[in-house]
């Protein structure tokens, strides 16, 4: 395992990164915009750069954890010529664009890349059960895998797509895990408001998670074997449903704005033709609507 890292940004996910890397006897370079924020860490046994080439210079292994890659780009500027002969492993939240062009910008200046999104907080940061995707160059991943998995023990490389990470963060941390959020959320308000305390839904919680789980575990069955018939309840009879919900909320005094969004989507699926399927066929656009036997 590599002994020498190179740490650039030092807030509040760079700094878990370096402690931990420091506790594990790992040597750490760091090296930040406001010189100052690298104080604590340095009182903690980092080495602090006093520039972003003495950064570079200081290991062949460079962990980029600055706001996002626009930043890097403006901090790299003049520096390329120290990226030759360097592995870049990127932990800043962008999209799978970005990090094209970023593995584009250090594959042409003689350096390996590696795209990674965490999906974690700063406090989850070296536990067995956090996770970080990795994607891109298996070489620079198999060559650090030790120090990779450092940060979280259910950590994985999902392929050579570089873009992946980004595109997998944004589906199951945005548009599954935050999204739930704020459909719960608005749940919660809507109890509130039509007068049922927050201890009766407290109360189902762990009886709609499993019964979600179960859902989102057919829907996937569903989408892998490209057959969405089902003999339970259907797209169009969901729509009534959720119709009858909405109209529960909006007369409490709810807006129900996700809750209309996804009726929106379904009443879609319906309009094409997909009513007689199930639920898993909301998103399923490239089904004719006589291709399936129902």
């Given at each position: 395992?590599v002994?020498?890292?190179?740490?650039?940004?030092?807030?509040?996910?760079g700094?878990?990164?370096?402690?931990?890397?420091?506790?594990?006897?790992?040597?750490?370079?760091?090296?930040?915009r406001t010189?100052?924020?690298?104080?604590?860490?340095?009182?903690?046994?980092?080495?602090?750069?006093s520039?972003?080439?003495?950064?570079?210079?200081?290991?062949?292994?460079?962990l980029?954890?600055?706001?996002?890659?626009?930043?890097?780009?403006?901090?790299?500027?003049?520096?390329?010529?120290?990226?030759?002969?360097?592995?870049?492993?990127?932990?800043?939240t962008?999209?799978?664009?970005?990090?094209?062009?970023?593995?584009?910008?250090?594959r042409?200046n003689?350096?390996?890349?590696?795209?990674?999104?965490?999906?974690?907080?700063?406090?989850?940061i070296?536990?067995?059960?956090?996770?970080?995707?990795?994607?891109?160059?298996?070489?620079?991943w198999?060559?650090?895998?030790?120090?990779?998995?450092?940060?979280?023990?259910?950590?994985?490389w999902i392929?050579?797509?570089v873009?992946?990470?980004?595109?997998?963060?944004?589906?199951?941390a945005?548009?599954?895990?935050?999204?739930?959020?704020g459909?719960?959320?608005?749940?919660v308000?809507f109890?509130?408001?039509a007068?049922?305390?927050i201890?009766?839904?407290?109360?189902?919680?762990?009886?709609?998670?499993?019964l979600?789980?179960?859902?989102?575990?057919?829907?996937?069955?569903h989408?892998?074997?490209?057959?969405?018939?089902?003999?339970?309840a259907?797209?169009?009879i969901?729509?009534?449903a959720?119709?009858?919900?909405?109209?529960?909320?909006l007369?409490?005094?709810?807006?129900?704005?996700?809750?209309?969004?996804?009726?929106?989507?379904?009443?879609?699926?319906?309009?094409e033709?997909?009513?007689?399927?199930?639920?898993?066929?909301?998103?399923?656009?490239?089904?004719?609507?006589?291709?399936q036997?129902?």
């Open positions: 395992m002994q020498n890292v190179t740490l650039l940004g030092t807030g509040l996910m700094s878990a990164f370096a402690n931990l890397y420091m506790k594990n006897g790992v040597n750490v370079t760091v090296w930040n010189p100052r924020r690298c104080a604590p860490l340095v009182k903690k046994g980092a080495r602090e750069a520039s972003i080439g003495a950064a570079l210079e200081a290991s062949s292994v460079v980029v954890v600055l706001l996002d890659y626009n930043v890097f780009r403006t901090v790299m500027s003049g520096q390329e010529h120290l990226i030759a002969g360097r592995d870049f492993v990127n932990f800043m962008g999209s799978a664009k970005d990090a094209t062009q970023l593995q584009a910008y250090i042409a003689g350096g390996h890349y590696l795209d990674a999104a965490i999906e974690a907080y700063p406090d989850d070296g536990h067995e059960s956090t996770l970080i995707h990795y994607s891109g160059s298996q070489e620079v198999l060559r650090h895998e030790i120090l990779l998995r450092m940060p979280g023990g259910a950590s994985r392929g050579e797509l873009g992946a990470a980004n595109v997998l963060d944004a589906a199951m945005g548009a599954f895990y935050n999204t739930s959020i459909a719960f959320l608005e749940a308000d109890a509130k408001k007068g049922v305390g201890e009766q839904l407290e109360g189902c919680l762990n009886y709609f998670l499993d979600l789980k179960t859902e989102l575990t057919a829907v996937i069955k989408h892998k074997s490209d057959d969405y018939r089902t003999d339970q259907t797209l169009s969901y729509v009534a959720v119709k009858s919900w909405r109209q529960t909320m007369d409490s005094g709810q807006r129900a704005s996700l809750f209309t969004a996804n009726l929106h989507c379904m009443e879609m699926a319906v309009a033709g997909r009513g007689d399927l199930g639920i898993a066929a909301t998103y399923a656009n490239h089904i004719q609507p006589d291709s036997e129902h």
